[in-house]
């Protein structure tokens, strides 16, 4: 159980934080490498098992982001991110469409050019299930 939250961790932490030199180099990376993110990210949140907490961390975490944005695009693209993982997951659940699967990592790897920044705010398990309190 440990190594499955950690692993959960991890995968906000790499949504939400680019990597370091150090950890490029770790991985044997090239610069233009480094800038394809979509597939590394994608993979990482498929393997955690556990999309909605995936998506319940990004929906919790991206407010806390400071973006000097005067049109707030970043947080009207993740709200159209979470409406179209949103849509998606309640497409395979309620309609038992579950070739539509494989795409819901895809609208959560969109916060990564959004508000993966170096020295953001504190990243943090999400504290609240949000239809619990409906």
């Known amino acids: ?18 990597l370091s030199k150090s950890r490029v180099k770790d991985l044997g990376l090239t610069s233009e490498e480094e800038s394809k993110y979509v597939d590394r990210i994608t993979r990482s949140i498929d393997t955690t098992g556990s999309l909605d907490k995936v998506a319940l961390a990004c ?28 849509s998606f997951s309640h497409g395979m659940w309620q309609d038992r469409e579950y070739a539509i699967m494989p795409y819901l990592a895809y609208s959560l790897t969109a916060f990564y050019p959004l508000f993966a920044t170096k020295g953001g705010p504190k990243l ?11």
């Open 124 to 134: 943090e398990r999400p504290k609240m299930d949000w239809e619990v309190s409906l």
């Open 1 to 18: 159980m440990k190594e499955s939250e950690s692993s959960f961790m991890g995968v906000i932490h790499d949504i939400f934080s680019p």
């Open 59 to 86: 929906f919790e975490h991206y407010p806390n982001y400071r973006i000097h944005d005067a049109n707030f695009k970043a947080y009207e693209q993740a709200h159209e991110w979470l409406f179209t993982y949103d």
